[in-house]
């Protein structure tokens, strides 16, 4: 069982407030909010701001755990829900929309998190096994080739990702996720 599950229900409630809090300001780029401060915007004393996260850059873990947990778990709806080759496409398109409406929070995480290899290694982790049950799953049903793996999608989606804000990123992101999904299906898969 995580600390977090065998948290009490109100320190629950706590901590997850400070992790609301937490994004909305890393959402909007802040990253020179007094530590202390988070505790204000959400609603809890100093003293259980510290219990729960003793630095700036364990609260930044903590809201990219949770990004972390959201996209696999999303990825795990994805497949009980639909085909797997929709799901795996209906997943990178998702991914693309992620970028588009967390880009702030991305950003900040991104310079908060630059010394913490261990939770951007767990993050990667995870992320990686989401993507490769679904890549597998695809491949399974003969949907896609049997030799692409999660780290040639996630790969492509971290190119997109570095094109975010330039003209025209939305539409080329949706192209280049179409473009990606059509070079993985196998021959005769494809739609017409």
């Known amino acids: ?36 401060d ?7 004393g ?3 701001l510290y219990r729960h996260f003793p630095t700036r850059e364990a609260l930044a873990e903590a809201v990219y755990q949770e990004e972390i947990d959201s996209l696999c778990e999303r990825a795990g709806e994805l497949q009980d829900a639909m ?3 929709e799901a795996l496409e209906a997943f ?14 991305g950003a900040t995480l991104a310079v908060l998190l630059s010394g913490s290899t261990t939770a951007i290694a767990d993050g990667t982790r995870k992320l990686t096994s989401a993507v490769d049950t ?5 491949a399974a049903t003969g949907a896609i080739r049997k030799d692409i793996g999660a780290g040639a999608v996630l790969l492509a989606l971290h190119g997109i990702g570095t094109a975010y804000g330039q003209p025209g990123w939305r539409h080329d992101a949706d192209g280049m996720i ?11 898969s494809g739609r017409s």
């Open 1 to 36: 069982m995580t600390a977090t599950k065998q948290l009490r229900a109100d320190a629950r409630r706590n901590r997850d407030a400070l992790i609301a809090a937490a994004r909305h300001v890393f959402d909007a780029g802040d990253v020179e909010l007094r530590f202390d």
């Open 178 to 188: 179409t473009l990606l999904m059509d070079g993985m299906r196998t021959t005769g």
């Open 38 to 44: 988070f505790a204000r915007l959400a609603g809890v």
């Open 92 to 105: 990178l398109h998702g991914m693309v929309d992620h970028m588009e409406s967390q880009k702030g929070l």
């Open 83 to 85: 085909p797997a080759e």
């Open 46 to 48: 100093t003293g259980t």
């Open 134 to 138: 679904l890549v597998t799953a695809a």
